[in-house]
Structures are given as structure tokens and as C-alpha cells.
């Protein structure tokens, strides 16, 4: 049975299109989408394969910065740590000075100092009297050698010469 509807024959078994007039055209359409696809597949496998290949070379570059910044910053942090053990080196030298200059040690070598300071008339006398004093002394307290030695500098500064606490501190 067959009927005319709108530009398409109608028949039981078969539609077919009044202006291409057969089935296999409909078939080769599908075969030329499905190529084309193919092919679209094909350029965008080709489009990521470059993309890949770019961002291989992009990290490649950036590592090779990064590696340039680390080894920059190593020799920055080297040449800083030996600038900063110089400075260290220099400012024990100072501290060793300054001690050398401080306290009992003004005195050691010049007994006229001694004298001065102390009303003692010899370093070595100061010393002696420090000697006999010291076993008393390390019973009451836990300071060193130094320590005690200075405290009975200043002691004695304050006795002989009267001068106030606050200068003394310097």
C-alpha cells in the first residue's frame, strides 16, 4: 500500500526521499559524517600531541630557571654566610678586647693602676688577698673566677674612692 505524503513515499517496507530518490545516499552520508569524524579525531589528536610537546618544552625551561634561581641563591647564602662568620670573628676579637679592658684586667699589669684603685700596692698583692678570701667566698655564692675577681675590684674601688653604683656599672 503506498500514499503520498508531503514530499515522501510511503510504503511498508521503505521510506524513501522523493529528491535523492534512494536508500544508498542516506548511507554514504553516514559514511562521509563518520569520515569526517575521523578526521576531526585525527586533528585534534594531532592539536593535543603538539600541545603536550609545548608543555613539555615550557616546564623544561621553567626547571631549568628554577634551577638557575637555587643555585644563585645558594652562592648568595654562602658568600652571606661567610660575610656573617667574619663579622663574628671580628666581633669576638672585640669582645675579647673589651674584657681584656674591663674590670680587675685594667689593673694586672700596672701596679700605679693597682694602687690607684684599690689603695693595694701591687696587682699581685690584690691577687694574694683574692686567694685567701676565695674559699669563704665560693661557699656562698656559685660565681666564677672572673666574677669573683671583678666583685672584689669594684669592692674595694667603692671603698678606696667612693664612686657611685651607677658608674661603677659601666
Known amino acids: 500500500m503506498t500514499s503520498l505524503i508531503a514530499?515522501?513515499?510511503?510504503d511498508?517496507?521503505?521510506?524513501?526521499?522523493?529528491?535523492?530518490?534512494?536508500?544508498?545516499?542516506y548511507e554514504d552520508e553516514e559514511e562521509l559524517d563518520g569520515r569526517n569524524l575521523e578526521?576531526?579525531?585525527?586533528?585534534?589528536?594531532?592539536q593535543v600531541a603538539k600541545l603536550e610537546e609545548t608543555l613539555q618544552c615550557y616546564l623544561k625551561d621553567q626547571v631549568h630557571e628554577l634551577q638557575q634561581k637555587f643555585e644563585s641563591a645558594q652562592v648568595a647564602i654562602y658568600s652571606e654566610h661567610k660575610s656573617l662568620h667574619v663579622h663574628l670573628e671580628h666581633l669576638?676579637?672585640?669582645l675579647?678586647?673589651?674584657v681584656s679592658l674591663s674590670g680587675?684586667?685594667?689593673?694586672?699589669?700596672?701596679?700605679t693602676k693597682t694602687c690607684f684603685y684599690t689603695g693595694l700596692p701591687s696587682y699581685k698583692l690584690f691577687y694574694g688577698i683574692l686567694e685567701i678570701l676565695k674559699?669563704?667566698?665560693?661557699?656562698h655564692t656559685q660565681k666564677s673566677e672572673?666574677?669573683?675577681?671583678?666583685?672584689?675590684f669594684i669592692t674595694l674601688i667603692k671603698l678606696r674612692l667612693g664612686v657611685p653604683n651607677d658608674d661603677l656599672a659601666y
Do not use: F, H, M
Open 39 to 46: 578526521i576531526e579525531v585525527g586533528e585534534l589528536q594531532l
Open 96 to 98: 675579647g678586647r673589651a
Open 12 to 25: 511498508e517496507d521503505t521510506v524513501v526521499d522523493v529528491d535523492n530518490g534512494n536508500e544508498e545516499d
Open 92 to 94: 669576638q676579637s672585640q
Open 7 to 10: 514530499d515522501e513515499i510511503v
Open 104 to 111: 680587675a684586667n685594667i689593673v694586672k699589669n700596672d701596679d
Open 135 to 139: 674559699p669563704v667566698v665560693s661557699q
Open 146 to 152: 672572673s666574677e669573683l675577681i671583678n666583685g672584689c
